[in-house]
């Protein structure tokens, strides 16, 4: 676990100074970044705690991109863990936030993940119709940004 170990002990170290200041925009990230270690370390459950954490600070917080990547992310993370139920049900609710913003980038980003639940489902017309979503918006972005 090595250096995994030493950055969970820093955010556990942040997230008591952070709760003590109640600063829950820096809390948001912090579960963020420590679900992401753990994901690294194969403990999803600790990662999708996290996760879920996070989502519920930024939904009080009103931040609806950093929700929808967070649900992306919980997305992920069901998905690792082989429960496609729960990974559609959070790509979803991603793909609906980043849909009402008018997120291409992000939704480019939900549209492959749920092209990979697709192939894992084996659903190949599904997964083609993502996976062609996901570059069409991915052109448009690098046509408008040279992305």
Known sequence: ?????????YYEKAREILES??????MAKLYNNMASTYILI?????????????????????DSDGLA?????????????????????FL?????INLKRKNKKYLATNFTAM????????QADSALFYY???LELKRKWATNTGW
């Open 21 to 26: 200041v109640n600063d829950k925009p820096q």
């Open 92 to 96: 979803e609710k991603a793909i609906s």
């Open 132 to 134: 062609k979503k996901s």
């Open 115 to 122: 092209g990979d639940l697709s192939v894992d489902l084996k």
């Open 1 to 9: 676990m090595g250096k995994s170990s030493d950055a969970l002990d």
């Open 42 to 62: 194969s403990y999803y459950e600790k990662a999708t705690k996290y996760f879920l954490e996070s989502a519920r600070l930024k939904e009080e917080l009103a």
């Open 69 to 89: 990547a967070t649900y992306n992310n919980l997305g992920l993370v069901y998905f690792d863990w082989d429960n496609n139920k729960m990974t559609r049900y």
